[in-house]
């Protein structure tokens, strides 16, 4: 059966991605964020993954607010990215892996969740940036992939316990693939941060240590929050912390934390990445 390795969980600002066009990693306003990532590149390097898993919210470029599914799984052989307008340039396109996205959405059908299904997708920087942050080399990226996408744009947006119950679910259908595959769980966003109102430039520092301390020993806490008591505690574009809740929701058991930094702000936003990996 195949094997959940464990769960990276990274920001997606789209100023990484023209950090990473114009070299500026070793910036000071960027070197604590890259600095966490080659430790998880030599994790990568001995774990060797086969697919990756990508749980992410879509901006605009594949649903716009007049068609916005609460959750979607790609389904297709390949997933390219287009010019969103921020300066990031397009990458290569991601190789789909269908057999687990088949497997995924039936068994999550069977768990009574309602899916999109797409068997055409666009992804936007919430998906490529912590791809390219992971896996840096020149070309197009080295593994597999299978994105599942949560609404946390418009409203109604699914509650924390809805999008942890979704992670528990992908989690068991991965451990019943028949199949010898090592995964990788990838979730998305956040931290804390608001882009526009009266609270442009939020940030809530003791709360989001808070969130990510729990991802370790206490990854339903965030639970307890309706998704409007998330909001203001995190800002409206802070709610992203979901896609790290389902990510994190798809290890059953105990996890350790092998990368945990926190930065700010990138953008005006509350960058933290961490590397999960199971216990047992």
């Known amino acids: 059966m195949a094997k959940i390795v464990g769960s990276i969980v990274t920001s997606h ?8 066009a114009g070299n500026l990693q070793n910036e000071p306003y960027w070197k604590p964020f890259f600095d966490a990532f080659p430790p998880i590149h030599r994790w990568l390097d001995e774990v060797k993954p086969d697919v990756a898993v990508v ?5 605009g470029l594949n649903f716009f607010l007049d068609k916005m599914p609460t959750f ?11 010019d969103e307008g921020w300066g990031i340039p397009t990458l290569p396109p991601f ?16 768990k009574e969740f309602d899916l999109t299904t797409c068997q055409e997708m666009l992804v936007d920087h ?8 992971l896996w840096p080399q020149e070309g197009a990226c080295p593994i597999k992939v299978v994105p599942v996408c949560i609404n946390t744009v418009q409203f109604p947006i699914p509650s924390a316990s809805r999008c942890y119950k979704l992670g528990e679910a992908i989690g068991e259908a991965i451990s019943a693939w028949d199949s010898d595959a090592r995964v990788v769980v990838i979730g998305t966003g956040g ?3 608001q882009l526009d109102g009266e609270r442009a430039g939020f940030i809530n520092k003791p709360f989001d240590l808070q969130f990510m301390q729990s991802l370790v020993d206490k990854p339903k806490w965030a639970t307890q929050y309706t998704v409007e008591q998330l909001v203001e505690h ?7 912390l979901l896609m790290w809740l389902a990510a994190r929701a798809t290890i059953k058991g105990d996890v350790r934390a ?3 930094t926190y930065h700010l702000p990138i953008s005006n936003t509350a960058a933290g990445v961490m590397l999960l990996e199971p216990l047992a």
């Open 258 to 260: 092998l990368q945990n």
């Open 95 to 110: 190789t789909g892996d269908t057999e687990l996205s088949w497997h995924l959405i039936n068994q999550l059908v069977n």
């Open 191 to 193: 931290l804390s941060h």
């Open 13 to 20: 600002v789209p100023a990484i991605g023209r950090a990473i």
């Open 72 to 82: 979607s799984v790609g389904a297709a052989p390949e997933y390219r990215n287009a």
């Open 55 to 59: 749980v992410y919210n879509d901006h």
């Open 234 to 240: 995190t800002g409206s574009q802070g709610i992203e």
């Open 126 to 133: 919430a998906f490529t940036l912590p791809l390219k942050l």
